[in-house]
């Protein structure tokens, strides 16, 4: 679960790497790293090596640059994993203001709570095999009356899903 980097870079070098290679025009490119490493808290370490990065100011960089050419879609794998709670509360209002804006933000995680905040769809996924698809809401009407949490309905749902 660590983000892999060029280390000897600095985190400027490194998204603006990920800039050329999508061909994102210098003016836009400053604009768009000063803002996302403004809201991430990483403004003042941009020139410091990925090197002498923490865990979590690792996983902001890479959140920033996935974020960088603006994408329609978005795929993160675990992006909570290493932040602090005030970065991990950074990033949620981040992800819920990309997706109101139009864009696709699909993301895997462990943390059902994050799920359950921030996700309009849901997909259960139990040794490969979908379970569930679909809302909070759905899956309360459906399984659980009563049951306020996902993690209670997640359980029995993949208790239920369970090969005898």
């Known amino acids: 679960d660590e983000p892999v980097f060029y ?14 290679i999508y ?4 003016h836009e490119r400053k604009n768009r ?4 490493a403004k809201r991430l808290l990483l403004s ?20 920033i640059a996935a974020l960088l050419p603006s994408p329609k879609l978005l795929i993160l794998d675990e992006p909570m994993v290493g932040l602090d709670p005030k ?3 950074i990033l949620k209002q981040l992800l819920k203001e990309y997706a109101k804006a139009g864009n696709t ?7 059902l709570e994050v799920a359950q905040q921030l996700c309009d769809t849901l997909g ?17 009407a459906n399984k659980g009356e009563g049951t306020e949490n996902l993690e209670q309905l997640f ?6 899903g369970t090969p005898s």
């Open 7 to 20: 280390e000897r870079m600095t985190a400027l070098e490194h998204l603006a790497f990920i800039a050329d």
């Open 23 to 26: 061909e994102i025009d210098r």
């Open 33 to 36: 790293i000063d803002e996302l």
């Open 44 to 63: 003042d370490v941009l020139s410091d090596q990925i090197s002498s990065y923490s865990h979590g100011m690792k996983q902001k960089l890479s959140v």
């Open 87 to 89: 970065a991990s509360f």
């Open 105 to 111: 933000v699909f993301f895997s995680t462990h943390v």
């Open 124 to 140: 259960i996924i139990k040794e490969g095999k979908l379970l569930y698809s679909g809302s909070f809401e759905q899956l309360q």
């Open 155 to 160: 359980l029995e749902l993949t208790e239920e």
